[in-house]
């Protein structure tokens, strides 16, 4: 009998997933183009996607080429969309892209041109053809993750710029509180440290130009303590040192 691979075993997982929510009942649900999930949730997303929106160069415009590394349903898809004419979208889930193409088609949304690839790989999109490329949750689940940046760095322009996120190693949230809630870590997922990325993004053709820890917000966050999670996040990611504790990494890295 043949050994699964990593990467099937990524592929094989987020499929089961996707194909479970592949129905019609699903996409009704909440009446928006947001993935049908729980306001912490909403929020995580949206924290992420206006932190690497604050994090481009003040002269990018809407006219930018803009490319999207891990759509899934399309959680980040749609508020990264309304920033740009278009943007390029994929996942290595084919029935992922399908979910997230169909909702947002069905909301409206016609400036995405949605693709199925591997981050590792990127073999369908053209080398040096975007001014950006974003990728939220995705690189840290990947085999490979200094061929995946590599692969990145390859399909940005000269000056281009990647804006990637990454969980904190140093976070109390991966260190002890999801094992004591009962979460499973993710068998392929791999925590860092913001020295460990400068490291590996510079290795890959880099320049780190901003790095920021932040989000002691977790999605899986019960929705009734969503106000005092955003007050803490207020408070906390403005603390010298306690900052640092924060459970996401976000990136800025300009390509050299």
Aim: glycine content about 4%; proline content about 4%.
């Amino acid at each position: 009998m043949q050994k699964i691979t990593k990467k099937q075993e990524i592929i094989n997982k987020y499929e089961k997933e996707a194909k479970e929510k592949n129905c019609e009942e699903w996409f009704a649900l909440g009446n928006t183009v947001r993935v049908p999930e729980n306001k912490a949730s909403h929020y995580f997303v949206e924290r992420k996607v206006s932190e690497a929106l604050s994090l481009l160069d003040k002269n990018t415009t809407r006219s930018s080429s803009v490319l999207e590394i891990g759509c899934s349903f399309g959680h980040m898809t749609p508020l990264l969309a309304r920033n740009f004419d278009t943007l390029t979208a994929l996942d290595i889930s084919r029935t992922s892209v399908e979910i997230a193409s169909k909702r947002l088609a069905r909301y409206g949304f016609t400036n995405v041109n949605f693709l199925v690839d591997d981050a590792e790989e990127l073999k369908n999109v053209p080398d040096s053809s975007f001014d950006i490329i974003f990728s939220f949750s995705t690189i840290r689940f990947c085999p490979n993750q200094e061929k995946a940046l590599r692969a990145i760095h390859l399909k940005l322009r000269s000056n281009g710029i990647a804006v990637i996120d990454f969980p904190n190693r140093f976070s109390p949230w991966h260190l002890f509180i999801k094992a004591i809630s009962g979460i499973r870590k993710h068998k392929h997922d791999n925590l860092y440290s913001e020295k460990q990325l400068a490291e590996i993004f510079s290795k890959c053709g880099f320049k780190v130009e901003k790095m920021k820890t932040f989000l002691f917000t977790t999605k899986r966050l019960p929705s009734i303590f969503l106000p005092l999670f955003k007050f803490i996040d207020f408070t906390f990611e403005r603390i010298p040192l306690i900052c640092k504790l924060g459970g996401i990494i976000i990136i800025k890295a300009r390509k050299t």
